[in-house]
């Protein structure tokens, strides 16, 4: 393996952010606009419906973001979160990309895969003592990093890729299951009488144990279990505590929703112990609960009797929730498809182990 700095890698650019007062730049659809919740949880920028006219960062053609280009979030709590361009594209200030990539060093993919193990090094090197951690372009340009020969890197993009190949796949599979229940919970609550949710289900809150407890990607989890807190129904992180604790436990069959900070956010298929943030749903029929959780229905209350400023707090919404009269059949088709989903949300979690284990096998041993 030889070190090279990331301005030997490629060239280096950092996007702006222009006036919101310039609306007619934001009508165009010239090139996508990428922003860091765009670069987040998948290997390439996720679909987003923002666009913007070149003319906007005044027409400076060296602002624009090449196919394969690595883009990287350098300012913030979510600094160190990257992803590849899948097009041409412009990015706002808090990204910093590497683009026309000498591909004589570094594969583009390879890199993305380096870089994303690397989250926890940008943030420590980001909290230089400022307001905002922040990584700039000058201290982005003059790291350094080891990088194996194209060889190898081909070896490793080609086993990792196998492996995002198939949480992509049951990520589709995952949205479609999703869509297919909402659209038939939506039109249910549409044509049915409404009745308290209490009729259906009630709700366990989670036990918090104190961040002092929290044991952050520990090396050896023998005696540990999964500890939930609400960022995790959104993206599963790697936090442990310690087992002989008072905890509240879920399986993967269990429904999670979040009625504090992210009032609203719910998944399934994860193991572990919950946090006070969380409420384990206890139902009979757990396949309607959950859709109808997530229905517009529920989703809308919570966020009309979500309260707070800086954490949102949502429990009283709790009475309020509704459920629409269901037959047996319907609560048949509901669990069915349930299953389904929670069946493809363990395989992706498990493949997300795989993946962490094959990044820490290649870029951290």
């Given at each position: 393996m030889?070190?090279?700095?990331?301005?030997?890698?490629?060239?280096?650019?950092?996007?702006?952010?222009?006036?919101?007062?310039?609306?007619?730049?934001?009508?165009?659809?010239?090139?996508?606009?990428?922003?860091?919740?765009?670069?987040?949880?998948?290997?390439?920028?996720?679909?987003?419906?923002?666009?913007?006219?070149?003319?906007?960062?005044?027409?400076?053609?060296?602002?624009?973001?090449?196919?394969?280009?690595?883009?990287?979030?350098?300012?913030?709590?979510?600094?160190?979160?990257?992803?590849?361009?899948?097009?041409?594209?412009?990015?706002?200030?808090q990204?910093?990309?590497?683009?026309?990539?000498?591909?004589?060093?570094a594969?583009?993919?390879?890199?993305?895969?380096?870089?994303?193990?690397?989250?926890?090094?940008?943030?420590?090197?980001?909290?230089?003592?400022?307001?905002?951690?922040?990584?700039?372009?000058?201290?982005?340009?003059?790291?350094?990093?080891?990088?194996?020969?194209?060889?190898?890197q081909?070896?490793?993009?080609?086993?990792?890729?196998?492996?995002?190949?198939?949480?992509?796949?049951?990520?589709?599979?995952e949205?479609?299951?999703?869509?297919?229940g909402?659209?038939?919970?939506?039109?249910?609550?549409?044509?049915r009488?409404?009745?308290?949710?209490?009729?259906?289900?009630?709700?366990?809150?989670?036990?918090?144990?104190?961040?002092?407890?929290y044991?952050?990607?520990?090396?050896?989890?023998?005696?540990?279990i999964?500890?939930?807190?609400?960022?995790?129904?959104?993206?599963?992180?790697?936090?442990?505590?310690?087992?002989?604790?008072?905890?509240?436990?879920?399986?993967?069959?269990d429904?999670?929703?979040?009625?504090?900070?992210?009032?609203?956010?719910m998944?399934?298929?994860?193991?572990?112990?919950?946090?006070?943030?969380?409420?384990?749903?206890?139902?009979?029929?757990?396949?309607f609960?959950?859709?109808?959780l997530l229905?517009?229905?529920?989703?809308?209350?919570?966020?009309d009797?979500?309260?707070?400023?800086?954490?949102?707090?949502?429990?009283?919404?709790?009475?309020?929730?509704?459920?629409?009269?269901?037959?047996?059949?319907?609560?048949?088709?509901?669990?069915?498809?349930?299953?389904?989903?929670?069946?493809?949300?363990?395989?992706?979690?498990?493949?997300?182990?795989?993946?962490?284990?094959?990044?820490?096998?290649?870029?951290?041993?």
């Amino acid at each position: 393996m030889r070190t090279y700095k990331v301005r030997e890698l490629g060239r280096v650019v950092t996007g702006k952010t222009p006036s919101t007062k310039n609306k007619e730049f934001y009508d165009s659809n010239d090139f996508q606009f990428v922003c860091p919740p765009d670069i987040k949880n998948l290997r390439y920028v996720n679909k987003t419906n923002k666009y913007i006219s070149s003319e906007a960062f005044n027409v400076n053609k060296s602002l624009i973001c090449n196919e394969n280009a690595i883009m990287i979030d350098c300012i913030g709590a979510d600094m160190g979160n990257c992803a590849i361009s899948t097009k041409p594209c412009l990015t706002n200030q808090q990204i910093n990309s590497i683009i026309d990539i000498n591909t004589s060093i570094a594969i583009p993919l390879y890199l993305y895969y380096l870089f994303s193990t690397k989250k926890d090094y940008f943030q420590s090197i980001g909290n230089n003592g400022s307001t905002m951690p922040i990584i700039n372009k000058s201290m982005f340009e003059s790291l350094e990093f080891p990088i194996h020969d194209i060889s190898k890197q081909q070896h490793i993009v080609n086993t990792i890729g196998s492996v995002d190949d198939l949480i992509e796949k049951y990520g589709l599979m995952e949205d479609k299951i999703l869509s297919i229940g909402l659209r038939k919970i939506n039109l249910l609550n549409s044509i049915r009488d409404n009745v308290s949710f209490s009729k259906y289900g009630t709700f366990d809150k989670g036990f918090e144990v104190g961040s002092s407890n929290y044991i952050e990607k520990p090396k050896n989890k023998d005696g540990l279990i999964p500890y939930l807190r609400v960022g995790d129904l959104d993206l599963l992180k790697d936090c442990y505590i310690e087992k002989g604790q008072s905890l509240k436990v879920c399986k993967a069959d269990d429904t999670l929703i979040a009625f504090d900070g992210a009032p609203g956010r719910m998944n399934v298929g994860l193991i572990g112990a919950y946090s006070s943030g969380i409420y384990k749903v206890i139902s009979q029929n757990k396949g309607f609960a959950f859709f109808e959780l997530l229905s517009n229905l529920n989703q809308s209350i919570i966020k009309d009797n979500s309260q707070g400023t800086t954490i949102l707090h949502a429990s009283k919404a709790i009475p309020l929730l509704k459920a629409c009269e269901i037959t047996n059949d319907e609560v048949d088709y509901f669990e069915r498809i349930y299953r389904l989903l929670v069946d493809i949300k363990v395989r992706k979690v498990k493949c997300r182990d795989i993946k962490s284990i094959l990044l820490n096998k290649y870029f951290t041993n």
